[in-house]
């Protein structure tokens, strides 16, 4: 996989041998720089005594630096994580104003006169009332955010039932109230705001006692605590082709009913009547049930892919990962639900038409703070992902497969429900993404890890060597969730292949299996003259059988009765 892994199953296996017979001791008492021929042939083959290696830890074969995107988990699991970035979203939810002015008629009541031409006493007239007041309010200049209202909490700003004396002429007259009542809509819930006063039923106004006794007028200030659009007489006109311009409707009548007694003196000529009235500046709303239709607009920015160590940045790695993982976390102080989509497209210079992958209605709930979503692929592992969501998306290994150099977000959708749901009006909230790329290592079937290394220098050690052929045969235990194949070519010191030297290797060690394995280097001309090493391509493979097992830096590789043997001999320079 990484250069350690390749020194100690194969180097160690040529280099053991060869560069311990270029190290024979020779005794100085000899002196060799005279003119004898120091050349010696050692016919035969030569065989050198069985050895094994200690387990070649996957974390040494591997040699992560720090700051790579591969990492361990705090089992020494590897992970390939990469942070991306964060993004806010407004949601906005304007304030809304019923304008109420002048939407209430008032009604005119005949009372008391004088045409006797003289004064008169007034003496406990009673005048009973049964009317109407009639309501037409068309509030416009709506926000479009709401996109259909249910019902309305609202606060009124100067409410009040208002009963007037109206007097012509001299007339000295007291009015006192009984058995009063004021019966609003089925669509409109009140309180009242007078200690005198109580509602009933949600909606009738009704006075406790008798009342006292008034010259001028009395004032009966009220709260309409809510409009339910659901019931006969309130409507909301929505306006699709027009922004911000709908229209709040609000029809129908207030019901007066009781008595009202006169009495006093009047001269002649004079009259005095009533007038009731409900007054009203404005009806502010203060939370809907609505189907709301705010503009969300979530930023995804793209996602970099740094810093993946070389093992699996060759170009011909093809990475089919058991499950990868991407994280979400969200935070949504708001009550409505979001859901979005995106394409998320893979991008990786010199290769062309990548396939894309469409995530669909990933749900972002309501009222959420630091919620974690998974968007992974493979569903039998859910119980094994920590997240307070999980979403699967089956071909989600197409975006990491070629290991790119970005994923590129696009076409980011937003879905808000089309059910009606309670919040607050004039307010605003911040929607906050950011997300991560957290993948444990498990490597499925179709995994194809290349990795190249030429492991040179032997030349000046080989240099006064000449041999034929060697041979090495070796037992490989392989702790590896990965089969390992290894080839090979020899090369010079320019990094040449030698076409006279013939590398001859069978070793394909399979996931979780001991193998017998052996490899010989040979020459064709009787000559290795220039072998300076050998150039490795090393492909490592998942399984269907080891898809659910991730690697882990304890995991190992360890080498039993290394055998090597030189045939034919060897001569050498001493």
């Known amino acids: 996989m990484k250069r350690n892994f390749k020194n100690h199953a194969v180097v160690g296996v040529c280099a053991l041998?060869?560069?311990?017979?270029?190290?024979?001791?020779?005794?100085?008492?000899?002196?060799?720089?005279?003119?004898?021929?120091?050349?010696?042939?050692?016919?035969?083959?030569?065989?050198?005594?069985?050895?094994?290696?200690?387990?070649?830890?996957?974390?040494?074969?591997?040699?992560i630096e720090d700051g790579s995107a591969v990492v361990t988990d705090e089992k020494g699991n590897y992970i390939?994580?990469?942070?991306?970035?964060?993004?806010?979203?407004?949601?906005?939810?304007?304030?809304?104003?019923?304008?109420?002015?002048?939407?209430?008629?008032?009604?005119?009541?005949?009372?008391?006169?004088?045409t006797?031409?003289?004064?008169?006493?007034?003496?406990?007239?009673?005048?009973?009332?049964d009317e109407d007041i009639a309501i037409d309010i068309n509030s416009d200049g709506i926000t479009s955010v709401l996109k259909e209202l249910v019902s309305a909490n609202t606060n009124c700003v100067g409410t009040k039932v208002v009963v007037k004396l109206s007097k012509n002429g001299y007339a000295n007259i007291s009015a006192k109230m009984s058995d009063f009542e004021v019966v609003f809509p089925e669509f409109m819930t009140i309180e009242s705001l007078d200690e005198n006063w109580e509602v009933t039923d949600g909606r009738i106004l009704t006075l406790k006692n008798e009342g006292s006794s008034f010259n001028e007028s009395v004032e009966v200030p009220v709260n309409i605590t809510k409009i339910d659009f659901e019931k006969e007489g309130a409507d909301y006109i929505y306006n699709n082709n027009v922004k911000d311009n709908n229209v709040i409707s609000l029809n129908g009548a207030i019901v007066l009913r009781g008595n009202i007694a006169l009495e006093g003196s009047m001269g002649s000529g004079a009259s005095v009547g009533l007038k009731i009235d409900v007054e009203s500046e404005s009806i502010e709303v203060n939370e809907v049930k609505a189907v709301v239709d705010p503009e969300v607009d979530i930023e995804i920015d793209d996602m970099d892919i740094t810093d993946i160590p070389d093992?699996?940045?060759?170009?011909?790695?093809?990475?089919?990962l058991t499950d990868?993982?991407?994280?979400?976390?969200?935070?949504?102080?708001?009550?409505?639900?979001?859901?979005?989509?995106?394409v998320l497209t893979p991008v990786k210079t010199g290769m062309d038409n990548l396939e894309s992958v469409q995530i669909k209605d990933v749900t972002i709930p309501a009222g959420c703070r630091n919620y974690v979503i998974c968007i992974h692929?493979?569903?039998?592992?859910?119980?094994?992902?920590?997240?307070?969501?999980?979403?699967?998306?089956?071909?989600?290994?197409?975006?990491?497969?070629?290991?790119p150099e970005k994923i590129e977000v696009s076409q980011v959708e937003v879905k808000l429900p089309e059910e009606a749901i309670s919040i607050e009006t004039g307010k605003h909230y911040d929607l906050a993404t950011a997300y991560e790329v957290k993948t444990p290592l498990m490597f499925s079937e179709g995994t194809e890890i290349v990795y190249t290394?030429?492991?040179?220098?032997?030349?000046?050690?080989?240099?006064?060597?000449?041999?034929?052929?060697?041979?090495?045969?070796?037992?490989?235990?392989?702790?590896?969730?990965?089969?390992?194949?290894?080839?090979?070519?020899?090369v010079d010191n320019t990094g040449n292949v030698l076409s006279n030297v013939k590398v001859d290797m069978d070793m394909d060690i399979k996931a979780?299996?001991?193998?017998?394995?052996?490899?010989?280097?040979?020459?064709?001309?009787?000559?290795?003259?220039?072998?300076?090493?050998?150039?490795?391509?090393?492909?490592?493979?998942?399984?269907?059988?080891?898809?659910?097992?991730?690697?882990?830096?304890?995991?190992?590789?360890?080498?039993?009765?290394?055998?090597?043997?030189?045939?034919?001999?060897?001569?050498?320079?001493?």
């Open 512 to 574: 979780g299996a001991t193998s017998d394995v052996k490899f010989s280097v040979s020459t064709t001309n009787g000559s290795m003259k220039g072998l300076d090493g050998l150039k490795l391509t090393v492909t490592a493979t998942g399984s269907e059988e080891t898809k659910g097992i991730g690697l882990n830096e304890n995991q190992y590789i360890k080498i039993d009765n290394l055998k090597l043997k030189l045939k034919g001999g060897i001569t050498m320079e001493l």
């Open 324 to 342: 990868p993982r991407l994280f979400f976390t969200v935070t949504n102080p708001s009550p409505i639900e979001v859901k979005f989509g995106a």
């Open 80 to 114: 390939l994580q990469q942070a991306g970035s964060s993004n806010s979203t407004e949601i906005d939810i304007p304030g809304v104003t019923i304008s109420t002015a002048g939407g209430f008629s008032g009604v005119e009541i005949d009372g008391v006169s004088n």
């Open 116 to 129: 006797t031409g003289s004064n008169i006493d007034i003496d406990g007239t009673n005048i009973v009332i």
């Open 17 to 63: 041998g060869l560069i311990g017979l270029n190290s024979c001791q020779v005794d100085d008492a000899y002196d060799l720089d005279k003119e004898i021929d120091k050349t010696i042939t050692v016919g035969g083959d030569l065989t050198f005594p069985t050895s094994s290696t200690d387990n070649m830890m996957l974390k040494d074969l591997l040699e």
């Open 453 to 490: 290394e030429t492991m040179d220098g032997w030349g000046s050690d080989l240099e006064d060597i000449e041999f034929n052929e060697i041979e090495a045969t070796m037992s490989v235990e392989n702790k590896l969730p990965l089969g390992v194949k290894m080839d090979a070519v020899a």
């Open 311 to 320: 093992f699996m940045n060759d170009e011909n790695v093809a990475i089919e």
């Open 377 to 403: 692929q493979n569903a039998e592992m859910d119980e094994d992902i920590q997240a307070d969501s999980k979403v699967v998306v089956e071909n989600l290994n197409n975006i990491i497969r070629n290991i």
